[in-house]
């Protein structure tokens, strides 16, 4: 489906709705944080780690940290940008051709090297006058930085070196300046899923030249044994939640387990597509979509932990490949009508969230979540002539169940909160959403 059709739709379903009033986490126990005193929080942007108060040598123009999940010795042909700084070809001379450089822009592999559910990598690319040059290794990004004077740049070598850094969460990410010029930044490496796993806290040391020297670790989380880390979205299993003092910690304790489940659907969808014969293009689409995903829990998580929730990694049974009917199935209930109306809720939120940081968040993930919905109907219209006329009838009755039960579901009443904070509708306005789609997608 072309995605300002979407666009158009959702912009007159928000503007109907003006006329109504307006498996979770598991819990488990941590050991004790270092001592965080006269730490500070890292500084980040909507996606993750910001790249303001960079020193860069020599100054450059713009400067963009990129994700990037590796190809095979290839570039991929996605990234995800993930915060930037400065202006894109700011003294160019030719800035069309800088800008097509910049968003051409790509490496085959990159630095902080992680694997988990699936093995992603990051770089930074600058413009400078005409140049557009990517950094992918850390002595290209030492050079790039020059002497580590800010607490950022320090972060960002830590980052690099393959520690993770959650944002508003000092015991997951802080930074301090030394007296002696060095800093000591706060950080994690693993996770506590399954028998045998750990997410472990690490301080080290960042020295003016860019050293980087571990000077303490401890067990943060033990892994749940109980908890696995899933390949597939069908089979997601439900836990206990942990319980929150504040309804918005459980909303988005929810949201940030969810958004991390889509990360397996995407990349279960991806094969599936490809086993099937789908066209690159959207085997390429899934791939970045559960890219963007990553990104959307990690901001979830940020919120939900902000708020006294905590969530954790979701659990999916590992099921064998699916037959492309079973495929079509799915991605009509889930994707064309489940998707298509969160990606209608996050422009909901993005437009009315009273929380500063909540309305920034959604307006980046309701742009995501649109172009993931648009995917869905395009593989909806891919699928759809390789079925049987039987088949077809199946998903159009599976539909009409899959939107009954999301009509019921947003009937649902909402802790105030959630509402004025977060920008959920009332039951009023989200069947009037609803009502909006129903008529123009699904009749």
Known sequence: ????????????????????????????????????????????????????????????????????????????STYVNVSASGEPCATATNVPACTTALENANVTTGFHHVCVDFCSESFLVTTRGDEVKTHSTLEELQQLLGTVDTEQEAVLKTFASGYSLLCGDKKHGAVKKNADGSFNVVATKGYACGPGTELTQHVVRVSASGEVQEQEKRVLEKGDPNCNIGRRPVGLQVAEACESPEALGRYFANAAHLEAASVHAFLRLRDELAMHGADVGLQDAARRSAMEEVQHAQVTDRLARRFGGTPQRPVVEELPPRSLVDVAMENAVEGCVRETYGALLAHHQALHARDLEVREAMVRIAEDETRHAALSWDIDQWARPR?????????????????AALREDVAVQLDASIITMAGMPTPEAALALLDTLEQDLWA
């Open 1 to 76: 489906m072309n995605i300002h059709r979407l666009r158009r739709l959702f912009s007159r379903a928000l503007h109907a709705s003006l006329a109504t009033p307006l498996v979770l986490a598991g819990c488990d126990g941590s050991e004790s944080s270092v001592d965080l005193k006269d730490y500070s929080e890292v500084a980040c942007a909507v996606q993750g780690l910001s790249v303001s108060d960079l020193t860069l040598t020599p100054e450059q123009d713009f400067v963009q940290l990129r994700y990037i999940n590796p190809n095979g010795g290839q570039a991929p």
């Open 387 to 403: 079925l049987s006329t039987e088949e077809r009838e199946a998903l159009r009755e599976a539909q009409k169940r899959a939107v």
